[in-house]
């Protein structure tokens, strides 16, 4: 029920972070894998470890905000494999945390670019391919920053660019799910709490933030979770080989949480 041979996925940004990890859990359960991300030599890093569970896999150079890149994406593909079964929308980027009027417009539009736009431009570029094969899955990874803000993490912490982008993400795998229904394609999102072992906000954190800070954050994000601890990356395994695997096959349009509890 949970395998995933003769599945072919498509991961973006899966050079690295979550993306790699995803990409390894989807051969591990069979599936053969083409992934894309802006970083071609994390690319190829993950296509060889896929190729080391004995699958095949195609690395791509490109990023999700460029039409032309992600159509490249989608052709190569499909000439490669001759279908997308699975599309795992995970290309992401966060932006340095600040008030409303003091953000500066370039990391809004960076992060509605990447975060959303990217999900709209690849699974575009994806339903044609997986209406022809009458079957297709759509896995978009948002955030529970896209569920409601954290502010009990710190007043600027979950930051609003990232959070509203993800919360469009949410809003976007809603209409795929119900708009496609009927082309046999479905869509659901995995929206994941704090996790380890990732990059997601180093390019900000680490020029900006001192020892305090990275500590106060921390100690927050530990005192308000039920669980009272941060995500491993590992534990998002189980919810995406779920949704990519016919376990899933009569659910389409729901959002799953990972997150120790913290929403509730
Ligand atoms: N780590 C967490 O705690 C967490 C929590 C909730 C949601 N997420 C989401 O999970 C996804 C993966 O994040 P991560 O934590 O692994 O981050 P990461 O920064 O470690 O990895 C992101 C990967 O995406 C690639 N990428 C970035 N922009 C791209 C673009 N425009 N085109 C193509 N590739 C691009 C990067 O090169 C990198 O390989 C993101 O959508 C993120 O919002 C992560």
Redesign the pocket.
Known sequence: MFGLGGKIALV??????????FCETLAESGADVAL????AE??EATAELVRSHGRTALAIK?????PA?VARMVEETDARFGRISVLV??????VKPARIADTPIEDWDEAI???LR?VFLCTRACLPVMVREGKGNVIN?????GVRPFPEVGALMPNFP?GVS?AGVIRLTKEIAVQYAADGVRANC??????????????WRETSWGSDEHRTYEEAITRVTPMAR??E?SELKGLLIYLASDASSFMTGQVLISDGGICL
């Open positions: 973006t940004g899966g050079g690295g972070g979550l993306g790699r990890l894309m991300d802006l970083d994390g690319a490109g990023n999700v905000n460029d890149d929308n995970n290309a992401g980027i966060n670019g990447v975060n990217g990874i948002a955030s529970i920053l990232y993800k995995v929206a994941p709490g704090w996790h380890m072992g990732t990059n997601l906000s180093a390019r941060r995500g990356s």
